[in-house]
Every structure is written in structure tokens, then in C-alpha cells.
């Protein structure tokens, strides 16, 4: 049994012409998503900015209520639960979220952030507490005595080490990291995928890592997602993908990651134009009016289904490399 189970998973949010006047249109986030994470495996979703990336993952822990669709963790329907068994659930699952400067309370000392799941949860209380919170923040490679310290007070890198230490608070099994690393610096990026990757093999957690990095994506994960416009467009082994990606958007991004290696420096695929709007998606592929691959009738009128192109290898193209067409 996964750990993690969505099925056709859809978000969409009403556009309002005015303040007091009823939606006449949708803007589709995440289209009919579904995927699974087993116990203790990452999985990398990639894909550019408006893509719909953050929105599933907030969607799979319900920060974001989801229009259709199922989500189950460890056998259990969490969709389906009132907000109170909810409340009860989120040992469980987690979330670091991509702003270190944002996501901490500026007026709240580290311990209190920290142990703050702690109280809610009723986990530990005074010298327990104490001791529980000098631990996480070791396990985060930060000293104990922090703990008196205001999130002004740390730089960028130190903060996402406590947005760890409070996810890790209460030993969830999955956590969603929603671009832990986009807003530090390059070496800071590395000490903090190597952290989640070492807390992950102490103690089994389980990842949805979210990047427009394929580079730091490739580096923590086993299996890559891509998304285009509220759709996955492509899935594999990590290895796999970037080695061999059989759709164009991918193999456009992939394009795009720096090499220092001029051997195996990739031609560069320029797209053009922009991402069309998820208000007004295209007929057909979503990706079609910026694919060099696509061709009229039938990119333009029928909507290709993410099927098996090779073992393991999931791609949603007319056309992707691998399939018999």
C-alpha cells in the first residue's frame, strides 16, 4: 500500500469580474492529478512558475480545498475528513514552505515555533519540551541555545533549518516541501538538501519535493513529476527523465539546465511565447502553441492521455518517444 495515494485531483478558483458579483469563469490549477508516494521515497515535481505546482501540493495536505478528486494517506480518505479529524491527522504530514523569511512568526522565539506543534498536539509539556525542542534544532545542525533567538535574528539558510525542526516536531511520515531552497543562495541550497536527504534516511520520511530546479530535483529524488498548466506531462525515474525525457516540455527544460561539461552540453531549446493563461487554456495538448513537435489536426483537437511509453515511463505527447503511434 502507498503512503500517499491522489486520484484526479482538481483545484480550480472562481474569477470574479467585481467585488459583489458571481464568478463567470475558473482558473484551473491542478486538472485531474494523480500520482503516488510510497514510505520513505521522494518525488520531485517540477515545472515552471504558474504551473500549478504549489497549489497540488498545499491541495494534498488540504491547506487548499480541492474541487474533485481523492486523497489518501496510509489507506485513509483524508478528503473525506471534517476538519476536526483533520486536525488530528496532521502529525502526519507536514509542510516546509518555500519562504524562510515569511513562514516563521516574527514575533515568536524559536522555541516557541518550534514547540508550538508540540502544544498543539499535546506531545510534551515544560522540561519535555524544552529538551524535545534543543533536539530538533541539533537535528537540524543548529545549537539548543538558539532557541531564545527571533526569526530576525538568522540568516535565510538558518531559517529554513527551523521550518525543518518545526515540520520535524511531530515525526510526520510525509512532508511536503513546497521550494525549500529557491531563495538561498547556491551553497546554502547543497546544505540543505543534504540535511533533508540525511533526515530522510534516519528517519524514513517521505517527500514531495517541489523545484523549478532539475538539478536540485535530480540530486534528492527517485521518481520526477513534470507539470504544464495544471497537467502532468511526464513521469519516471529521476535517471530516466533526465537522461532520456520523452516529452518536448521536458526535454525544453532539461535543455535549459547548466552544464560545465561541454561534452555534454545539450543543444537549447528556445519556446516561444508564454505559458497560455489557465483561465484560457488551449484545445487539445495545453502545450501544442509552444510545441516544435506539434502537429494540425490532432495536437490542436485531442487531449493526449499520460500513458506508459517505455517500463516506467509516463508521458502525455501524440507523439513522445518510445510509443508506438
Known sequence: MSLLDVRDLTVRYPVKPGLFRPATRYLTA??????????????GLVGESGCGKTTLGRAVLRLVEPESGTVWFEGEEITALSRDALRARRRKFQMVFQDPY?????????????????????????????KR????????????????????????????????????????????????????????????????????????????????DLAVVENISRRVMVMYLGRVVEAAEARALLASPSHPYTQALISAVPSVDPVSRRQRIILPGDAPSPVHPPGGCPFHPRCPKAQAPRCSGELPELREVVAGHFAACHFAEGQDH
Not at 494523480?34 to 521522494?42: A, D, H, K, N, Y
Not at 512568526?105 to 498536539?121: C, F, Q, S, T, Y
Open 30 to 43: 491542478v486538472n485531474n492529478v494523480s500520482f503516488q508516494i510510497e514510505p520513505g521515497e521522494t518525488l
Open 102 to 130: 515569511g513562514s516563521l512568526n516574527p514575533r515568536m522565539p524559536v522555541e516557541d515555533i518550534v514547540g508550538e506543534a508540540l502544544d498543539i498536539h499535546r506531545l510534551a509539556r515544560g522540561a519535555a519540551r524544552e
Open 133 to 212: 525542542v534543543g533536539e530538533l534544532l541539533r537535528a537540524v545542525g543548529l545549537d539548543p541555545s538558539y532557541a531564545n533567538r527571533y526569526p530576525h535574528e538568522f540568516s535565510g539558510g538558518q531559517r529554513q533549518r527551523i521550518g525543518i525542526a518545526r515540520a520535524l516536531a511531530v515525526e510526520p511520515k510525509l512532508i511536503v516541501c513546497d521550494e525549500p531552497v529557491s531563495a538561498l543562495d547556491v551553497s546554502i541550497q547543497a546544505q540543505i538538501v543534504n540535511l533533508l536527504k540525511e533526515l530522510q534516511q534516519r528517519h524514513g520520511i517521505a517527500y514531495l519535493f517541489i523545484a523549478h
